[in-house]
């Protein structure tokens, strides 16, 4: 594992240009825990700066803020409340991060495949989350943790809820693709991290929340460990049979870390791709 820099992490915006892969070179991935693309780059850290504006598809309609606002309504009648959640998911364009022939279905209550057996989440699903993640919260959330970037899209929206946002996908494909979905957004308070999200980042640590979007059997205790005193953590975690394995059922667990302990509740039935160790 390559040496981390003292947290917090620069971020040198010139340092982007000069990574190998942003020439779509593959790195060999080798460490299992969160490591940067070249030796230059401060280590773990990806920068979705200094990019042209991607060529997003045209004249499907999707770029109006009308079709976002009418996704916002629907959240709102199915029960989130959130102003800050519901502005989040009114504001990050949904459509640009997923497979142009999906377009059309990218402001529906649905998931849809992203690449390497992965999807991205449902928005109601999505906003349900982050709105037990920010729990009332009267502003921004501290740095935050996500696990599993996946296409980018809910790392995007959470960085309109957090003042730092820190996300780790294992598969490099995707973390790839997520920084090119997320060039255009220029998101400064966003750091894309690729490696085993089962060991968290604690370099970023403490966080004011953890969310993870995939499911385990049980929470890691590096998650735990690396939640403030005060923090939120929102997973979905196993509750019957084996992560990933036909027939296993998954809930979405709460825990709260307060000074005297760690309280858990689990709430509804949930559906999300297995949270797996080590790096692909
Ligand atoms: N929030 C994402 C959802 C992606 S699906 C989005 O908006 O698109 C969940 C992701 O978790 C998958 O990409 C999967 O590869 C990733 N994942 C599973 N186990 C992981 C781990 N241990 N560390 C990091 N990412 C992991």
Same mark, same amino acid.
């Given at each position: ?12 915006? +010139?340092?982007? /240009?000069?990574?190998?892969? $942003? ?32 060529? *997003? ?17 629907? !959240? ?9 959640? !519901? $502005? ?17 279905? *990218?402001?529906?209550? +649905?998931? !849809? ?5 992965? +999807?991205?989440? /449902? ?16 502003? /921004? ?5 996500? @696990? ?12 309109? !809820? ?47 929340? @953890?969310? *993870? ?25 196993? +509750? ?25 509740? @689990? ?8 949270? /797996?160790?080590?790096?692909?």
């Amino acid at each position: 594992m390559k040496q981390r820099p003292s947290f917090p992490a620069r971020l040198d915006t +010139t340092l982007a /240009k000069n990574r190998p892969n $942003a020439h779509g070179v593959p790195a060999p991935a080798k460490a299992a825990a969160p490591t940067t693309q070249t030796s230059a780059a401060p280590a773990g850290v990806s920068k979705n700066a200094n990019a042209a504006k991607p060529a *997003a598809p045209q004249g499907h309609g999707m770029e109006s803020s009308a079709v976002r606002a009418r996704m916002v309504q629907k !959240l709102a009648a199915g029960g989130i409340t959130d102003a800050h959640v !519901l $502005a989040a998911m009114g504001t990050i364009e949904r459509h640009r991060f997923v497979d142009s022939a999906l377009i059309n279905q *990218a402001y529906e209550d +649905t998931s !849809l495949p992203i690449g390497l057996g992965q +999807t991205i989440s /449902k928005p109601g699903v999505v906003s349900r989350m982050l709105e037990l993640l920010r729990n009332g919260h009267s502003g /921004k959330l501290g740095r935050v943790l996500e @696990i599993g970037t996946g296409c980018g899209y809910q790392a995007a929206v959470l960085s309109c !809820l957090a003042t730092e946002v820190y996300s780790i996908e294992r598969l490099r494909g995707l973390h790839d693709r997520a920084r090119d979905n997320l060039r255009h957004l220029r998101l400064p308070n966003l750091h894309l991290l690729f490696g085993d999200g089962m060991v968290g980042y604690p370099k970023g640590a403490p966080y004011a929340a @953890i969310i *993870a979007a995939a499911g385990g059997e049980a929470v890691p205790q590096a998650w735990v460990d690396q939640l403030a005193v005060g923090g939120r953590l929102v997973a979905p975690v196993v +509750t019957m049979g084996a992560p990933g394995a036909a027939g296993s059922a998954q809930a979405l667990l709460v825990l709260d870390k307060t000074a005297q302990g760690v309280r858990q509740t @689990i709430l509804e039935a949930v559906h999300f791709v297995p949270l /797996k160790s080590g790096v692909a």
